[in-house]
């Protein structure tokens, strides 16, 4: 025995290791693997590569942090969401990975665009919201019947297009309010209304 307490004989590199050093197995009678945890994650990669696939080399991290496969970074947990079904709790990419990656995605599904090209429209147009001329431009407009991509505005003029229904003859009562052409429907019988000409 040792001080960590019960001891097992790994059945690869026949070396007495203690049962922290296995994982675990429920249908063995000690609950135990046959192998050691190293002797295992080396059968797994040769197993991998003899079907012409490729195995991540292990990195060591310190307590507390973990790399990011897809930023090759090491950060600490808060920098990562939890996963409850992971291994670690972790999800699989830092929290700035995610945005980066969530930012494509929804211009890609939702727009059927990518970054660049958004930037080129950007670009195209000096950088500003094309109507207020004031703003910069971050938020991608488009027709909610044919899904065209229209321009970038920012969000106070794409808000209040999106407000108006994309609707042209409801913008252009709402510019004729604001310059005091004001109108008001008239009554002609009960819910129902005459619009002035």
């Not at 135990?32 to 060591?60: F, P, S």
């Not at 890609?108 to 919201?129: H, K, L, P």
């Amino acid at each position: 025995m040792s001080e960590f307490g019960v001891e097992k004989k790994c059945s690869a590199c026949q070396q007495r290791l203690p049962a922290s050093a296995f994982a675990a197995n429920r249908s063995r009678p000690d609950g135990l693997q046959a192998n050691c945890r190293e002797c295992a994650a080396e059968y797994y990669k040769r197993r991998q590569e003899a079907r012409g696939k490729t195995v991540r080399e292990k990195v060591d991290v310190a307590e507390g942090c973990k790399l990011c496969r897809t930023c090759g970074e090491i950060k600490p947990h808060s920098e990562w969401h939890r996963n409850a079904t992971a291994s670690d709790g972790l999800s699989t990419r830092c929290k700035a990975c995610r945005v980066v990656q969530g930012r494509e995605g929804h211009l890609r599904r939702q727009y059927g665009m990518t970054e660049a090209e958004r930037d080129e429209i950007i670009a195209s147009q000096m950088g500003i919201c094309v109507i207020c001329l004031n703003a910069p431009a971050v938020h991608v407009d488009h027709c909610h019947q044919t899904g065209r991509v229209r321009g970038v505005l920012c969000f106070n003029c794409n808000s209040a297009i999106g407000k108006l229904g994309d609707d042209p003859d409801t913008l252009r009562r709402a510019i004729a309010y604001l310059e005091g052409n004001a109108w008001k429907p008239t009554l002609v019988a009960q819910g129902v209304y005459q619009l002035p000409s």
